[in-house]
């Protein structure tokens, strides 16, 4: 169906793609913003045009937590971060965080990614949940961007999906210190909470306070996500706690059954900061499907694909 000039501007931008990218690579993975590097050239979305232009009043660090082999997760998790809509006046920088890497395979292939894409941290703990992850991470930050601070670091899982403009919307106007976001637990109970692991931001001075704390590395009873509430009260840096229940949430789709719909777990939303539990391809597909990722979706002589055979469809 395609006509001639369509294809001609598709193959122009994705050389326009080509270049800009080898340009912006040698800055090195400090300033290689993901969702820009990406985003501005794969598609021609409107929102991203008006977003690019005003000043930048917020800036976001966030971690996504993942571990050297999951390398088909980090390609559809670099695929759902830089087709997003990018936020409006706000910078979110997205990286992969790791542990030191041990295996040969592992450091060889990870090094071609951190050429390729940039995206990378390596904080120094072993990769093993629940084993000090969590404060190396978020005690490395403070340190690595002292010299440009974000106004915000957030921790997240590599089964989470954050939808980065609706978290720039929440996040906007809220308080820059003492400031802990993200889905309270357990659910209405109003005792020993804690951010749920699937995703959380606190402010800098949080950052900076665990940094300065080395004696939280050891504060350990539960799990780290858990542990990370428990530092925050003991520490009296929880004085701004935003709760994102219901717009965080666990994946549910019909196929699931209704039993299972509770706090955690909800139909999709259009108004979603992140979905959890997208622990299979399938999931992953009907999420960025719901939230309009193929949108940006091309006609083209060269492929034909039915995306109207789906459950959003169907529903
Ligand atoms: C990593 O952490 C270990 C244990 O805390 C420490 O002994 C080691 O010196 C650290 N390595 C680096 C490169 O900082
Ligand atoms: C996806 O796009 C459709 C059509 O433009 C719109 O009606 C719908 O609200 C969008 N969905 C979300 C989750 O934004």
């Not at 820009?36 to 690019?52: E, I, V």
């Not at 971060?81 to 706000?90: E, K, V």
Request: proline share 4%.
């Amino acid at each position: 169906m395609a006509s001639p000039p369509l294809s001609v501007a598709l193959l122009s931008a994705i050389l326009v793609a080509a270049v800009i990218y080898l340009i912006a690579i040698p800055d090195g993975f400090k300033l290689t913003e993901l969702l820009g590097s990406s985003s501005s050239c794969a598609k021609k979305n409107q929102q991203l045009q008006a977003a690019t232009d005003e000043p930048v009043d917020l800036s976001v660090f966030l971690g996504i937590m993942t571990v050297p082999s999951a390398y088909e997760r980090r390609t559809i998790l670099r695929l759902a971060y830089s087709l997003q809509p990018r936020p409006a006046r706000a910078a979110v920088d997205v990286r992969f965080v790791l542990c030191t890497i041990d295996k040969e395979e592992d450091r060889i292939l990870v090094s071609l990614e951190i050429i390729a894409h940039g995206d990378v941290l390596v904080v120094n703990c072993t990769e093993n949940m629940n084993d000090g992850k969590t404060y190396a991470y978020f005690s490395a930050v403070p340190r690595l961007f002292a010299a440009a601070p974000y106004d915000y670091v957030g921790k997240t899982d590599d089964d989470n999906y954050y939808r980065v403009a609706a978290l720039v919307e929440s996040l906007r106007g809220k308080a820059r210190r003492d400031m802990y976001h993200g889905f309270l637990l357990p659910c209405h109970w109003p005792h020993n909470q804690y951010m749920s692991g699937m995703g959380y931001i606190v402010s800098w001075d949080v950052v900076e306070w665990v940094a300065a704390t080395p004696e939280l590395r050891d504060d350990h009873h539960v799990w780290e996500d858990e542990d990370f509430g428990g530092w925050l009260r003991k520490g009296g840096k929880n004085k701004n706690v935003y709760n994102e229940e219901p717009r965080m949430y666990n994946y549910w789709d019909r196929d699931m059954g209704y039993e299972k719909i509770d706090c955690f777990w909800h139909a999709h939303r259009a108004d979603a900061v992140a979905v959890h539990q997208l622990k299979d391809r399938l999931k992953w597909a009907r999420t960025l499907y719901y939230f309009n990722a193929t949108q940006g979706l091309r006609p083209s002589k060269l492929y034909h694909v039915d995306l109207e055979n789906n459950i959003y469809k169907v529903y």
